[in-house]
């Protein structure tokens, strides 16, 4: 979808995109920008998330962006969670 949209809107033919292992980007000031959606949620180990982000901010150029979501976990199931179904 997103090569499909590069070539559907964008008029900067330098765009390249990138699929990485987010823990081993392995360069450093390289990129413009990084997405990353919520993969901080799948990692519970707090050291891991910490060099998830060390890795993005070692990977972006100077004033690079760094575009990321997070999830929040569901409260446990049961009768006075505040989730329905």
Do not use: H, M
């Amino acid at each position: 979808l997103a090569l499909s949209n590069k070539d559907k809107y964008a008029t900067n033919s330098k765009v390249t995109f990138y699929c990485r292992d987010a823990w081993q980007l392995g360069v450093r000031d390289y990129y413009d920008l990084i997405t990353s959606n919520g993969l901080n949620f799948y990692e519970p180990n707090d050291g891991r998330v910490v060099e998830l982000y060390r890795q993005f901010y070692e990977a972006l150029r100077n004033n690079g962006i760094l575009v990321t979501s997070f999830l929040t976990p569901p409260p446990g199931k049961g009768a006075e969670s505040p989730w329905k179904d």
